[in-house]
């Protein structure tokens, strides 16, 4: 696949940004070549600057959940942009953003825009402790809740890709409060607790771990961590920057039935632009200045254009049309069972790739997340997800991209389906993974 003018841009790229990009995991320094870049995307497909189309099930890591540039938030944000890009006075759409999330997820009473998801971790984690007055939060081995200094512990995504899930120029003292656990470890957890009665803020978990690939709660896992907090007086954070509105309307707190005390959001929330939020009972959110003692800002939250890109991605994904999707005679096809028809029918056909051409490869799925793993054993955590042979990823990854596939750049990266993946988008990977299976 011809990649010059990708290979002249990176060269610029490295003369005036570190390692070429903006975010280390799309350096491809996992898989080895230099990264692709991409001057339009549509639907399921990106195109790079050399022309070459790829069906992408990145989706810029989770947020073109509907696919790119679709029409309903390309208008919204042509339409906000032309009253004005940011005021830093509310604006209605911060309102009905607001409305929007507390109605679709019960948890939430009130909540807080922020312009990322490392800044939604970063508050809720300052709001758990100001809330409860105790400093230890507990995080897992292998989820990443964004950079903040306090939880680059044994960090996932690109942390963990990169080998340096603790990050140099963190102090100690920042993260002597952070306490690690193994994911799926119930032991482990009661031990914590016990050995730090009263200190405990929070835990803070990815309900559905997609930072070290993708791997599920045990049954009964999420139920007890939710108990566990409660009969310690500490709040049950879930991270659902990823999982947020994409694996259920109300995320995987709708799908699992589980009722956190604070939920981070991003991603899905922005339609592409840069998003976060964190909300949960009224009695906590309202610590947060300027009501209360909690600090918390930023000068282009809910910003109007942003709010508008994900106001149309979570109305289109059926916010408000729940009635008309429900209605028996309704030619509109839930989004979710959209996702869920394509993702069992990928899962269906990355395992039949794998056996026909003899490769163990463990392939975990939770709606339109999924991650494949090389190696025959099941994976259940990040120990687990260290077993896969990443040398069979490299080659794998490049084989699926000279197919015209764009898988994500590292074994320890979720992979995302949209409303736009066709079956016969499906077909051609799976067909495209069976002929690169054979050649590993
Ligand atoms: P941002 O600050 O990147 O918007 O969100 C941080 C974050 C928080 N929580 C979870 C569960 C997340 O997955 C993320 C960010 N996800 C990564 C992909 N693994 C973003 C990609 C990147 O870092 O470039």
Redesign the pocket.
């Known amino acids: 696949m011809n990649r010059i003018q990708s290979d002249q841009l990176f060269v610029e790229a490295l003369k005036y940004i570190p390692g070429g990009v903006n ?1 280390p ?2 350096a491809f320094r996992a898989v080895g070549g230099n990264p692709f870049f991409v001057n339009r995307a549509s639907g399921s497909r990106v195109w790079d600057v050399d022309g070459n189309e790829l069906i992408d099930y990145v989706l810029t ?1 989770g947020p073109a959940i509907l696919g790119h540039a679709h029409p309903k938030i390309i208008a919204a944000v042509k339409a906000a942009a032309e009253l004005g890009t940011s005021f830093g006075i509310p604006n209605p759409l911060e309102v009905t953003m607001a409305r929007l999330i507390c109605g679709l997820v019960p948890s939430v009473q009130k909540v807080r825009m922020t312009s ?4 939604a ?1 970063m508050s809720a984690i300052r709001l758990a402790r100001g809330f409860t007055k105790r400093d230890k939060i507990i995080k897992f081995d292998g989820c ?4 903040v200094d306090s939880l680059l512990v044994r960090a996932g ?2 942390a963990l890709t990169f080998g340096h899930p603790d990050s140099a120029g963190v102090p100690a003292a920042f993260t002597s409060h952070t306490i690690v656990a193994p994911y799926n470890d119930v032991d482990a957890v009661k031990a914590i607790f016990a050995a730090n009665q009263g200190q405990i803020a929070g835990i803070i978990v ?1 309900p559905v771990p ?2 070290a690939g993708l791997y599920l709660p045990r049954p009964g896992y999420l139920e007890f961590l939710s108990e566990i907090t409660k009969a310690h007086g500490a709040l049950l954070i879930f ?1 659902e ?2 999982t947020g509105f994409r694996l259920a309307r109300g995320g995987a707190q709708e799908r699992f039935g589980i009722t956190p005390d604070l939920s ?1 959001f ?2 899905v929330i922005g339609g592409g632009l840069p998003v ?1 939020a964190f909300g949960g009972r009224a009695e906590i959110m309202d610590c947060l200045a300027p009501l209360g003692p909690v600090y918390q800002a930023g000068t282009l939250s809910g910003n109007p254009v942003a709010m508008a890109a994900g106001l149309a991605n979570l109305q289109e994904l059926g916010a408000g049309r729940d009635a008309a999707l429900r209605r028996p005679d309704s030619a509109a096809r839930c989004p979710y069972q959209q996702l869920e028809e394509r993702g069992a029918q990928l899962e269906a056909g990355m395992k039949d790739a794998a056996k026909s051409a003899g490769v163990p490869v463990t392939f975990n799925r939770c709606g339109s997340m999924f991650c494949g793993y090389f190696t025959s054993q099941p994976v259940h955590n990040v120990a687990d997800a260290m077993h896969s042979d990443r040398e069979k990823f490299k080659k794998f990854f490049h084989g699926m991209l000279d197919a015209g596939v764009y898988l994500a750049p590292s074994q320890f ?2 992979g995302f389906l949209s409303t736009a993946h066709t079956a016969a988008d499906i077909e051609k990977t799976v067909g495209a993974a069976a002929k690169v299976m054979r050649t590993l």
């Open positions: 975010s995991v799309r890591w990322s998801g490392t800044e971790c990443y809740h964004g950079h995504s690109g990815e997609g930072n991270d920057v990823m981070t991003g991603k976060g990266e979720s």
